[in-house]
């Protein structure tokens, strides 16, 4: 039974996570992690990590089921392996995706072409900052993310002359996270 309901509760978590992504995770292994630790009505698990109705250490009934000192260091044990979360010190480190132009669709030389990049920051706010697209050191076009675009950037580039082009685009926000991604583009008539 509680399987198919953390099987359940995955499948929203990821639902959610997919709209606003990094930020709603599921916690996989608190079943087996708590096994031997949980509350027994007739008090007698001394080595239970969740509060029970009626525990000495219960301030308030909102206190009932709640993790207690031991039941807090085994999800944070647990969150630990699943990685800091943002938590970490220093500078957060993002990744780009793209959307390659031309997959599936030609470049045709001298016609706008619109790269679509997706910034994901490792501490899982929703990226803010500057994306760029520079060829031979040259910047071919610019945005900004904001909060609202959920690290989804749009940038238009005036039409590429026929041939090869190599491009790299850069990441960089406020709080240092980086990243950078090349590409080649083949424009063709």
Do not use: C
Not at 15 to 44: C, I, N, T, W
Not at 73 to 83: I, M, P, R, S
């Amino acid at each position: 039974m509680v399987t198919d309901g953390n099987r359940e509760l995955a499948k929203v978590a990821a639902r959610a996570g997919a709209k606003v992504p990094g930020q709603v995770r599921f916690l996989s292994g608190v079943p087996e992690r708590f096994a031997g630790h949980e509350p027994d009505a007739g008090g007698s698990n001394a080595e239970r990590w969740l509060m029970q109705i009626l525990d000495p250490a219960a301030v308030d009934l909102s206190d009932y089921y709640h993790p207690n000192a031991q039941g807090q260091q085994a999800y944070a044990e647990l969150l630990a392996a699943k990685g800091d979360f943002g938590a970490s010190h220093g500078r957060p480190r993002a990744t780009i995706t793209v959307k390659r132009p031309g997959r599936g669709a030609r470049v045709v030389a001298n016609r706008r072409l619109a790269v679509v990049a997706k910034v994901r920051v490792s501490n899982a706010v929703n990226a803010r900052g500057t994306v760029r697209v520079i060829r031979a050191g040259r910047r071919l076009a610019a945005t900004t993310l904001r909060p609202r675009n959920h690290g989804r950037a749009v940038l238009r580039l005036a039409g590429l002359r026929p041939g090869k082009h190599r491009l790299v685009l850069r990441y960089r926000s406020p709080d240092g996270a980086r990243a950078v991604v090349r590409l080649t583009v083949r424009a063709g008539r």
